[in-house]
Structures are given as structure tokens and as C-alpha cells.
């Protein structure tokens, strides 16, 4: 692996917009970023929604979410602009009707899961999927299967909550992108022996990294922690002082979409010289993804103030896009 951590921020961003796609009459819809949200439940809809929306606010051509059978009508109502998908299921929700459980898993849910699911280029698993012992079960199999299938998961939340009790389910995944707070990081820790008591927040990230074979971990915070295994980044960019609920999906969400467009650039979308390593892209893409989503939570706070909600974030988020990527050309100080 190249040494990222050995360029300035400026120099990352740099880097990171050659993977945004031109936009091109001869591109068809889906190339530059189909994206999916595997989380929501009855009790939890705007996590997913706000994921999956910023996604598509910062410029992934689809963005799907599937989720539990009672929360989709509720997220549909939100936007018209995102696809939903309620093929999931509460333990509490199968209907009565059904005998076999694990039948009814394999027939009625993933069957539908998985076709969704071969079609995408990035997945995000966990927000606002609720710790139903079905619901785990089933992305324990959805996470299963996107390994098979090779395909980048950016895992958060609830998600974060299955990979603590059973840290194999991701672990050794080098596609994979864990994106903990300052809890679930401690119960990650926790989970397979990381001492954790903030001395050298970099240094607990790596050691968190390894133990879990490779995966980036996105330790987030006052400054985002990147890692992967022994290289490290630290996104420093002023954000919001307001930590309304809602933000770190928001940051998954641009990250997905900064994955997405790693995949357009490794297979040849555009030309382009071959300047970026694979193994660099999951790196860049929550360094970029990190930097766009504070700008556009402090340009949210100069608005709204102390009333600032993520919905004011994803209003800004074309606004920090420009910010970061366009308007400085190459300049934007972080």
C-alpha cells in the first residue's frame, strides 16, 4: 500500500476528486453510483432515509433502501427520490401463517435481498435496523453474501452492534469500512481485545484495524480517525459544534457515493490517467466523504444555529461539494 498518510490534506483532496466521474451525455444511468441501504425498522426510519439520501444529494445516480416491511411506506413518504424496498422483517411481524422460519427467511426475503443486492456497487448495513434477532440473522447472511460477492460494505450502527457480538462476520473483509462512534468503538474494542483508554486515539484505531484483518476503520469524532491497518489518516476540517442525531449516516452516505465512483474510475469509465491504487480508495473515500460532510454541516450551523437539524446538513450538502471540490479549485483550506 502507498503511503497516504505521508500527503497533506490538500493533497488527499487532490487525489480524491480524480475519482468524481465528469458528467457525460454518453453515461447511462446506474454508472456513476448505484448505492443501497440495508437498515429501518418500525421504530427507526430516518437513519436509513438520511444515509441513502445523502447519497444521492451528493451524486450517486440510485440509491436504494431495503427495509423493514412497516417502515418503508414511512421513508417513501419523505422523498419520491429514493427506491424502497420493504422486504424485511421483524421476528414479531412474520406473518402467523408461517411454520418455518428459516424457510421463510431463505424464500421470502433474501430471495428478493439478494437480487437487489447484485446489482449495486456499494452497500451500507445497519442504520435503523433495529437488533431484532431476525433482523440480525438476516444481515448476517446479506453481509455473508456481499463478501462472496466482493462488493465494498460500509457497516454502521446496528451493523457495528452484530460485528461487536460476532467480529468474524466481517472480519478479514479488506472491502469493508467500519464507521464507529466513541461507544461503538469502545464495544468494538472490548470485543476483540483492544485496550482502549484515548492516550493515542491513532493508535487504538490500527490496533483495531489489524485485529479485525485489515477493514478501515472510520473512528469518528472532533477529527475523523481513518485507519487501515498501519496507515492513518485524520480528517481536521471544521464541522458543526451542533451534533444533531443523523450526521454520521449522512457521512456514510458520502462515502458510499465516493466508493461508488472508485469502482467507475478502476474499470475505465472515463479516461483517466491510472494514477490511484485500489487499495488507496476506501481510504480517500471517507477522507472526501468526511471533509464534504463537515463543510456542509458548518455551512447548516451558520444558517440554522443551535435549531440545525440533518436535514439542514443534506441542503448543503451540493454546496460543500462545490466548496471542496469545485469553487477552490483545488484550494479549498482545511
Request: charged share 25%.
Amino acid at each position: 500500500m502507498s503511503q497516504l498518510s505521508q500527503k497533506s490534506g490538500k493533497e488527499l483532496l487532490h487525489l480524491t476528486k480524480k475519482l468524481i466521474p465528469p458528467l457525460l451525455p454518453q453515461f447511462h444511468k446506474g454508472q456513476a453510483g448505484r448505492i443501497v441501504v440495508f437498515g429501518g425498522c418500525e421504530d427507526y426510519t430516518g437513519a436509513p432515509y438520511f444515509a441513502a439520501h445523502a447519497a444521492a444529494v451528493f451524486g450517486a445516480d440510485l440509491s436504494h433502501i431495503i427495509c423493514e416491511k412497516n417502515a418503508a411506506t414511512v421513508i417513501k413518504s419523505y422523498t419520491p427520490d429514493l427506491m424502497v424496498h420493504p422486504y424485511l422483517y421483524e421476528k414479531d411481524n412474520v406473518p402467523n401463517d408461517v411454520k418455518d422460519i428459516d424457510e421463510f427467511l431463505g424464500t421470502k426475503i433474501l430471495t428478493k435481498v439478494k437480487a437487489l443486492l447484485a446489482r449495486i456497487h456499494v452497500a451500507i448495513v445497519g442504520p435503523g435496523l433495529g437488533r431484532d434477532e431476525l433482523m440480525l440473522k438476516t444481515l448476517e447472511i446479506v453481509i455473508n453474501y456481499l463478501r462472496e460477492k466482493k462488493i465494498p460494505i460500509i457497516v454502521d450502527a446496528d451493523g457495528l452492534f452484530l460485528v461487536s457480538q460476532k467480529p468474524d462476520v466481517i472480519k478479514g473483509y479488506d472491502l469493508a469500512i467500519l464507521t464507529p462512534n466513541v461507544v461503538e468503538f469502545k464495544r468494538l474494542a472490548d470485543a476483540v481485545g483492544v485496550d482502549v483508554n484515548g492516550d493515542d486515539q491513532i493508535e487504538e484505531a490500527k490496533q483495531l484495524s489489524k485485529k479485525l484483518g485489515g477493514v478501515t476503520i472510520l473512528r469518528k469524532g472532533s477529527s475523523d480517525i481513518i485507519v487501515k491497518n498501519d496507515e492513518a489518516l485524520e480528517s481536521t476540517t471544521k464541522g458543526s459544534d451542533r451534533r444533531a442525531g443523523g450526521q454520521g449516516d449522512s457521512l456514510t452516505g458520502t462515502v458510499a457515493t465516493l466508493l461508488a465512483w472508485g469502482h467507475a474510475y478502476k474499470t475505465g469509465l472515463w479516461e483517466h490517467p491510472d494514477e490511484i491504487q485500489e487499495d488507496q480508495l476506501p481510504l480517500l473515500a471517507c477522507f472526501g466523504g468526511s471533509t464534504v460532510t463537515r463543510v456542509a454541516a458548518r455551512e447548516a450551523f451558520k444558517a440554522k444555529g443551535r435549531a440545525m437539524q440533518a436535514t439542514d446538513l443534506h441542503a448543503n450538502v451540493g454546496k460543500a461539494y462545490q466548496i471542496v471540490f469545485e469553487d477552490s479549485n483545488g484550494e479549498f483550506k482545511l
